[in-house]
Structures are given as structure tokens and as C-alpha cells.
């Protein structure tokens, strides 16, 4: 798709995907725009962009902590969505940049949540109901999923869990294959008596990328450890 918009036609194709962006939905013509390769398209899809991710952004560093505008700055930050160059083409000002990059608290910073299973946190949105012996929260966890996933590798083998990679896969496109879903899906052990061994999987729910997600953490009492050599 190649030196195709008019500055009318990049006007209407910028506001469906900023709607797009802010609903987490996806459509075909914000599909169009991730197609978008010629150089003056993006530039000018990126110019009716630049006022409205501009807005959201000033919004979003005034306290307004909406869903939507969350999805508005993470688009901003990881260029979700649409394509690299038009959304680095609305988000021209480098300050501009840093400060939202500053105001988003990282992944690890927003695990403060006891899930209730050996004190294995959940983002701090996360309201910890039902069984007990499996606590599931969907949310925005302020990352993707593979950053999420890593978070819990790292956190667990610090807290002295050991990884079996023998019953996991962290890779979501493998588990997407095998049609389980896209998600991330590791089981680790802990050397005591009785053993105890947890699942940890985490679950794209909105667009691939974003930061909706759906975390489950699972007690599974009496599940023998791994051997290891």
C-alpha cells in the first residue's frame, strides 16, 4: 500500500485508529494502517495523529488514569497498533516522551497484590476472590506478556522456586499453535515437604502487545518435583 491518503483521507484514517487504540479493539481499516509503508502516508497520517495522541497524552500526565488513555500511552511507548514511524511522527517531542515513559510505573513496580498462594503478588488493580487455591485476575499489569512472564521467572527463582521446563512453555505463539491460546504458561517447584508446586500463566486479553491481560496463579498441592541432574 503505497502513496495512497489524501490529507482528508489520513484525517478520517488517524481518528478510527486513535478510537481504535482507545476502545483495544481492532477493525480493517486500522489494519490498513499498520499496513502503511510509503513514507508520505505515514508522515501524513502521522501529522492528524499528532494532536490527538498529544491530547491523550497531556491528559493522561494530569491524573486522568483511564483504560482508554492507558492504551493511548502504551501505544505511544511501544508503538502498538500502527505502524512505528506514524506513531513516532505523533509523538514528535522528546520531553513529551520521557515524561509519560516516567509516569508509568514498571511491571515489577505494580506487583504488590497478595495473590494469597506463598505470597506470589498480582498487579495492583488485581481483586483476589474465589478459590483459594487459585487466584485469577484480569487486568492491565503495565506491561506486555512476555514482560509479565518475566517478571515471574525472575521473581520466583529469587524467592527459591525452581522453573520446570519440562511442564512450561513461555513461548505464546507455540502455545497458540498447539491451540491452547496465546498465553505464557510455566510451572515452578519449591524443595519442601510437602512439596509445593504452582502454575503461573498469563493470558493475552486484548490486542497482542497491549497490556490486558488475564494472570493466573495455581497452588497444586502434592505434585512431585522435578528431577534435575
Not at 499528532?50 to 500511552?73: C, F, K, Y
Not at 505470597?119 to 495492583?124: E, H, K, N, Q, Y
Amino acid at each position: 500500500m503505497a502513496g495512497v491518503l489524501d490529507d482528508s483521507a489520513a484525517r478520517e484514517l488517524a481518528q478510527v485508529v486513535f478510537e481504535t487504540i482507545l476502545a483495544g479493539e481492532d477493525n480493517e481499516v486500522s489494519r490498513q494502517a499498520v499496513g502503511l509503508t510509503d513514507k508520505n502516508d505515514l508522515l501524513l497520517l502521522g501529522r492528524h495523529l499528532a494532536p490527538l495522541m498529544t491530547d491523550a497524552a497531556h491528559r493522561w500526565l494530569s491524573g486522568e488514569r483511564s483504560e482508554s488513555l492507558g492504551r493511548a500511552v502504551s501505544a505511544m511507548l511501544a508503538s502498538e497498533r500502527v505502524s512505528a514511524q506514524s506513531v513516532t511522527a505523533a509523538t514528535t517531542s522528546p520531553n513529551l516522551r520521557a515524561l509519560i515513559r516516567s509516569s508509568v510505573p514498571s511491571v515489577a513496580q505494580r506487583m504488590i497484590v497478595d495473590s494469597g498462594i506463598y505470597g506470589i503478588p498480582l498487579p495492583d488493580e488485581s481483586d483476589r476472590a474465589g478459590d483459594l487455591s487459585v487466584a485469577s485476575v484480569r487486568c492491565r499489569a503495565g506491561g506486555s506478556l512476555e514482560q509479565v512472564t518475566a517478571f515471574y521467572k525472575d521473581y520466583m527463582s529469587t524467592d527459591g522456586w525452581i522453573f520446570d521446563a519440562d511442564a512450561s512453555e513461555v513461548d505464546p505463539g507455540v502455545n497458540e499453535e498447539r491451540n491452547v491460546g496465546y498465553c505464557s504458561w510455566c510451572c515452578y517447584s519449591q524443595p519442601s515437604r510437602p512439596v509445593r508446586t504452582v502454575n503461573i500463566s498469563v493470558w493475552q486479553e486484548g490486542p497482542k502487545g497491549s497490556a490486558d491481560l488475564r494472570i493466573q496463579i495455581q497452588d497444586l498441592p502434592g505434585e512431585d518435583l522435578p528431577e534435575y541432574d
